[in-house]
Structure formats: structure tokens, C-alpha cells
């Protein structure tokens, strides 16, 4: 099985930065396509960012786009979520998530749904 272990988080004034990272442990060969949420205190789960297999396909929520970058270090099973220029309504726990593909077409894969493995999150706090 794969097991995903996320860190970075922390605490940093608006209009800072952070890059959070997800490492990725086990049988990574199933682990393909990858995906950060978040989830705000007495907030349902909300996709932010997905990448495809091909590590260049990308897909972001629209409270994020221009500000969160993913990527993925295939040389080290590390994927990566650089957040700029944050601001306090992005405070929440973040999530990685692996699956073996993605289904349909590129917006639909930050929905929180069909994901087979998941961190245990780190979290995030603008103030």
C-alpha cells in the first residue's frame, strides 16, 4: 500500500508564503496522479490543486489560481503545493491525496472524491 506524510505547514502573515510537501512511501507505482484539499474548521473538504500523471496536467480551484503552484519530484516520491501571496481564508488543514488515474475531464479532479490513499494533513494558519 502507499502512505503519504505532509509537511510545511505553519503559521505566516498574509501576503507570506509557504511550500508544503507530501512525501509519498510504499508501493508508489499505484500512487500516480496526485491531488491537495483543505478543510476549514466547521468546512466541507475543498479540492485546491490536482496533477495528472503526466506531471505537467494541472488543475486549480479558482479561490487559488495564480498563487498555489503543485508539482511533483518523481527522483524523490515529493509533491509539492507553493502558496503565495496567502491570505487568511486560506487557513485549514491540507490534504494530499493519491490515486492510480484520474476520471474525466481536468476540473473535476479537485473533487474529494475516489481517492484511495490520504496524509494525515498539516496545517496552515494566515494571522
Known amino acids: 500500500h502507499v502512505q503519504l506524510v505532509e509537511s510545511g505547514g505553519g503559521l505566516v502573515q498574509p501576503g507570506g508564503s509557504l511550500q508544503l510537501s507530501c512525501t509519498a512511501s510504499?508501493?508508489?507505482?499505484?500512487?500516480?496522479?496526485f491531488g491537495w484539499f483543505r478543510q476549514a474548521p466547521g468546512k466541507e473538504r475543498e479540492g485546491v490543486a490536482a496533477i495528472n500523471s503526466d506531471d505537467v496536467t494541472t488543475n486549480y480551484a479558482d479561490s487559488v489560481k495564480g498563487r498555489l503552484t503543485i508539482s511533483k519530484d518523481n527522483t524523490k516520491n515529493v509533491l509539492n503545493l507553493q502558496m503565495r501571496n496567502l491570505k487568511p481564508e486560506d487557513s485549514a488543514m491540507y490534504y494530499c491525496?493519491?490515486?492510480?488515474?484520474?476520471?474525466?475531464?481536468?476540473?473535476?479532479?479537485?473533487?474529494?472524491?475516489?481517492?484511495?490513499?490520504w496524509g494525515q494533513g498539516t496545517q496552515v494558519t494566515v494571522s
Open positions: 510504499g508501493y508508489t507505482r499505484v500512487a500516480k496522479c
Open positions: 491525496a493519491a490515486r492510480s488515474r484520474h476520471r474525466g475531464p481536468p476540473q473535476t479532479w479537485i473533487s474529494p472524491n475516489e481517492w484511495f490513499v
